[in-house]
């Protein structure tokens, strides 16, 4: 059975900091995604990494996936106020099986 | 395009009563999925489509849920004997047979009172 992990669950960081989101996972997967949800909305995708040493960035986010450890992050540099949404990761087993999600990173940016 | 819808977006009804949830997919995607996001539970797999396949059922929590796809297109969730927990907000997606995203639709929150 696939589990993921996410930390943090909650974080408060301030305009123009950097900090890391971390998705662990129990077992192999084929890939995994980055969704990014803002309130009362449905799901974004932000990006899918489909091997290990994978690196993808759009603007403010960078994510990877290193596949040995089992493990993806997702890298925010410089932290503007509308990047303040919850995060999700999500591993699947192969392309076409449904996502496992982490329970979410709520993410707020505060000036 | 147009992207997945759902309907309707709100639905409240009261414990007992049976309830049908539309999800439209994108053109041509083959593959559609049903998840219910919870404050509980998070975000939770429920029921998968692929092409003529027979549907994932594996997420299906109880028998009071059931779900079909006509015509390799619309999906209806259907909950029979609705009861408190039930309430959630209940996604659906669609993605390609072979592509590497699925995309979510508004969602249609569900209340049981």
């Known amino acids: 059975e696939l589990k993921v992990e996410q930390n943090p669950l909650f974080l408060s960081m301030q305009e123009g900091k950097n900090y890391t989101i971390y998705c662990n996972y129990s077992?192999?997967?084929?890939?995994l995604y980055w969704y990014r949800q803002d309130p009362g909305k449905s799901l974004e995708s932000l990006f899918v990494?489909?091997?290990?040493?994978a690196v993808k960035q759009e603007g403010r986010l960078m994510a990877s996936l290193d596949t040995k450890a089992r493990l993806s992050t997702l890298h925010i540099t410089a932290a503007v106020h509308d990047l303040s949404a919850t995060y999700f990761c999500?591993?699947?087993?192969?392309?076409?099986?449904?996502?496992?999600f982490g329970k979410g990173t709520r993410l707020s940016v505060i000036a | 395009g147009a992207g997945v819808s759902q309907s309707p977006s709100n639905k409240v009804t009261e414990k007992g009563k049976d309830v049908e949830l539309r999800c439209d997919p994108i053109?041509?995607?083959?593959?559609l999925y049903w998840y219910r996001q919870s404050l509980g539970q998070g975000l939770e797999f429920l029921i998968y489509?692929?092409?003529?396949?027979?549907?994932?059922k594996s997420g299906l929590p109880s028998d009071r849920f059931s779900a079909e796809r006509t015509g390799g297109s619309v999906s209806t969730l259907t909950i029979q004997r609705t009861q408190q927990e039930d309430s959630a907000v209940y996604l659906c997606?669609?993605?390609?047979?072979?592509?590497?995203?699925?995309?979510f639709g508004p969602g249609t929150r569900l209340t049981v009172l």
């Open positions: 053109s041509g995607h083959t593959a």
């Open positions: 997606a669609s993605s390609l047979a072979y592509s590497d995203t699925q995309y």
């Open positions: 077992t192999t997967s084929d890939r």
């Open positions: 990494l489909l091997s290990n040493g």
């Open positions: 489509f692929q092409g003529n396949s027979a549907p994932d």
């Open positions: 999500a591993p699947t087993l192969s392309g076409n099986t449904p996502l496992v």
